[in-house]
């Protein structure tokens, strides 16, 4: 069983593994850049300051300088202030580290997920491969519970590299905090990449069409994401401000605003009990779908 789930997917394997690859490498490459950037931009910091200039973030003109000329030749290399510097440089990176990388895996999971058998039943392979030694029940187990394992753990390991990622873009955009990435960086893209691939599954076994499939397997893929992030942000138990001039504690995320009420918050340090609580709905989901398939692929597909 495991030579013939290898000789029929081989290359989704090895088109998935070259394409996280190259999700990888980009972040690796969008990090360091940001790095040095930051670096950067630090240093002329200190070059300002060090030619009497006035920061970045001042509104009048040039003040006890030694030479106007070298100010405004300084000021020229950054626009403005931290953020709108950075931002003008990294707003496209930013937006593909938060989004990028859930859409990637639920397209890999749909692609992988939906011929598996769908392809079969429009081939009508599955009249020989449903009645050779392998029953159907060990045949749909050993091939879902193959992928799904393979696509878990490229998610993780893109998960961890966007997590890597992460500080170096936060740093520079202040504007945003590391829970603008809670969907998209460490546990969260296993679990994303398994749904995706496990409605894929079903709805391929339901509609016995692959491409159907793959259209049905995104759009529920973005539905149910959507509701599993606001059930874990919303549903699980969060702290509150205690009076309407205390902020919530640094790195916190903040679920409401109002003025003169307390405002909910879950601190810094329920990050990853809520990346596992994330990770556990979006397994659970999976498991449904994969049920479903199955029930699909003994009743109809045939």
Not at 193 to 202: K, N
């Amino acid at each position: 069983m495991t030579c013939l789930i290898w000789r029929q997917h081989r290359w989704q394997a090895l088109w998935t593994i070259i394409t996280v690859t190259a999700l990888c490498l980009l972040a690796l490459n969008f990090g360091f850049s940001a790095e040095h950037w930051l670096a950067g931009y630090h240093s002329w910091l200190g070059q300002l300051a060090a030619a009497g200039c006035p920061p970045p973030t001042a509104h009048g003109g040039v003040f006890h300088v030694r030479s106007a000329a070298t100010c405004f030749a300084l000021k020229d290399r950054y626009p403005g202030s931290l953020q709108a510097a950075f931002a003008s440089r990294y707003d496209n990176a930013i937006l593909l580290s938060q989004y990028g990388l859930p859409a990637a895996f639920a397209i890999i999971g749909a692609l992988i997920g939906a011929p598996l058998v769908a392809r079969e039943v429009e081939q009508r392979t599955h009249l020989a491969a449903w009645t050779q030694s392998v029953s159907r029940r060990r045949w749909y187990t050993a091939k879902t519970s193959a992928l799904a394992a393979g696509l878990a753990v490229a998610g993780l390991a893109a998960g961890t590299i966007n997590a890597w990622l992460q500080p170096q873009l936060t740093a520079g955009d202040t504007a945003t905090s590391r829970w603008s990435w809670f969907a998209s960086a460490s546990l969260a893209p296993a679990g994303e990449a398994v749904l995706a691939f496990a409605l894929a599954v079903a709805a391929g076994a339901l509609l016995r069409r692959t491409l159907p499939a793959i259209g049905a397997a995104l759009a529920g893929f973005t539905v149910l994401l959507l509701a599993a992030r606001w059930t874990v942000q919303t549903l699980t138990p969060a702290s509150r401000t205690t009076g309407p001039h205390v902020t919530a504690p640094p790195g916190s995320w903040i679920l409401g605003s109002g003025t003169g009420v307390p405002v909910p918050y879950h601190p810094a340090g329920q990050y990853w009990p809520l990346q596992l609580t994330l990770l556990t709905v979006l397994l659970a989901l999976a498991a449904a779908a994969l049920a479903a398939g199955w029930h699909a692929t003994r009743t109809r597909a045939v």
